[in-house]
């Protein structure tokens, strides 16, 4: 009989655990001054990697310990239970959540577009997306993708709300295109291969298809955003509170980390060749990388009203006054 | 009789249970990644019920079948070639077992440069993880037939497709079906790991969309319907098996209570 209640009382106990498990969230962070980060493997990564090198965080009695996650909502997942304190995601992953009524707040900017971007001949001099099609399918503009496939990394995220936007703006219907999720590598093959009309890349693989002589189409991301912020260091809504001074040394060695990295480009650069593990020569040739100094909530209220102009929101996401952390 | 009317109770009670203390648990959460369960079966109903089952659930169903039965059929022939004729044994057990020991879902990427990343690839990626189990399990099964059996089909002189068809096969069966409910689970997480590349058609996709959207009852809802699925698909498998098997069941019941 006792083994029966235990039984039970283990099922139910589980059933609180999975149910109640965001109770615990920051729980034993403390004061330790211990981090972990969530990065997701990529080129604009190099600054937070300097940073932790040359001692900005240490400065600040900071350990920072990071950690690659699969995509942004994973992270932002693990933010949320308190697997990760910190953790990296552009804009829109971020309001996704948030129109979810997860609990999040941005502490830093992690990449982004400088200065100017929205008067630039070429914007694709310093976006890091692209969108191709294959070379003679005689797709010459992004309207011209209405009812065709298109390959993106992720759905709803980055890649193909920019393109969703970028065929808008060119007049077409962004709702009648097929959108398929592809790796980039199998998207450059497909796109080769004609299985696919167009590829929404990033670098080095965008790249790699303008070497091929695939029609570049647009820069969605430049184009989308402007300048500013779109990668953003993200943590869940009660991390700062209950850990002000974490917060704020963060913030202010990743700033420092930030103004390093845009200063020392070539260092930048190796960094980012080390830590992807591409060539550095592909990464030269590619768009330049640029890290901000502050997250301007205008900025991301404007991502907000696209997202519901293209439909990926019903209703624009309410933001607080405190979505960006004050760290005076 | 007393002691399988209590089994009854407690296997429908059990899960009544859990999903009772559930419903009560979560009614009152506010945590967008375990929202209310009474909010996932809103949503299921909304989703599945049958919004999107023409447009997902069917094409992952027909995926599953075709997938399954082409390694069924596949599984035991190969089975049966491999254990009757012993240099293709020889020549290629231990291979399987290699092939065998390879996560199917890595395969995928692979199939995805090979033949694309349509419905075919879904297929394909079903029915090459699906064999396996299968066709090790008709080998096995094949081997270990009775030896008495064999002289007795020499005896009477069977011609050699009424000793396979007639006496190797049904005395292989069991463990034929064995396999088969395992390529069947197999073939179940191939269909949903196959929907992760590719069109976002199909229960696998929309449930990984949900995630990737914070769409948790969504993601929850996908969930729920993949276990009713994989629940159903079982208990057909257990309905069909006891039909074919019905002389191998009586037998093992006669065998018990002598």
Known sequence: MNKRILALG??????????????????????????????????????????????????????????????????????????????????????????????????????????????????????????????????ETPADLEGKSVSVPARNAQLEV???????????????????????????????????????????????AADDGHTHLSAPGAEFFGDGAIGLWVASG??????????????????????????????????????????RAVIEAGADSYWPDEVDPADIEAVNASLVELGYLETEVELDDDLVYDAQ | MKRRALNTVLGVGAPVAVIAAWWIVSAGSTNAFFPPLATIMERFQALW????????????????????????????????????????????????????GIPPVALIPILITLI????????????????????????????????????????????KHERLLRVYLPAAGPQIAAGMQVSLQIGFIVMIASEMLGSSQGIGAMTLLAQQSFLAADMWAGILLLGFLGFAANILFEAARSRVLAWYIGSKRQERAA
């Open chain 1, 162 to 208: 920019t393109i969703a936007k970028a065929i808008l703006d060119d007049g077409g219907d962004p709702g009648t295109v097929n959108w398929m999720v592809l790796d980039p590598a199998s998207a450059l093959q497909s796109l080769e291969q004609g299985r696919i009309d167009a590829a929404g890349l990033v670098a080095p693989f965008s790249n790699t």
């Open chain 2, 49 to 100: 019920l049958f919004d999107r089952f023409a447009s997902d659930v069917l094409p992952s169903l027909r995926n599953l079948g075709i997938g399954y039965a082409i390694a069924v059929v596949v599984g035991v022939v190969l089975g049966f070639v491999i254990a009757t004729v012993p240099v293709l044994r020889a020549m290629f057990e231990p291979a399987l077992h290699f092939i065998r």
């Open chain 1, 238 to 279: 009660t991390f700062a509170e209950e850990n002000p001074e974490a917060a704020a040394g963060f913030v202010r060695a990743i700033y420092k980390a930030n103004a390093y990295a845009n200063e020392n480009l070539d260092e930048a650069i190796d960094k980012s060749a080390e830590l992807t593990q591409v060539d």
């Open chain 1, 10 to 139: 283990s099922v139910l106990a589980l059933g609180a655990a999975l149910t109640g498990c965001g109770a615990d969230e920051g729980a034993g962070e403390g004061d330790t001054s211990k981090l972990t980060v969530g990065t997701i493997g990529i080129g604009s990564d190099a600054a937070i990697a300097l940073g932790i090198e040359r001692g900005y965080f240490a400065d600040e009695g900071l350990e920072i310990e990071t950690s690659v996650v699969a995509n942004p909502p994973a992270g932002i997942a693990a933010a949320q239970s308190g697997q990760l304190d910190i953790t990296y995601t552009p804009s829109i992953p971020l309001l996704n959540g948030l129109s979810q009524g997860v609990d999040l707040q941005i502490l830093a900017a992690a990449d982004g577009y400088p200065d100017g971007t929205a008067e630039l001949e070429d914007p694709s001099q310093v976006d890091d997306t692209g969108l191709f099609a294959a070379a003679g399918n005689g797709i």
């Open chain 2, 116 to 159: 694309g990343f349509g419905q075919e690839m879904r297929v394909t990626s079903i029915v090459l993880a699906a064999t396996f189990p299968t066709m090790i399990s008709t080998i096995d099964g094949i081997r270990a037939v009775d030896t008495g059996l064999r002289d007795v089909c020499s005896v009477y002189r069977l011609r």
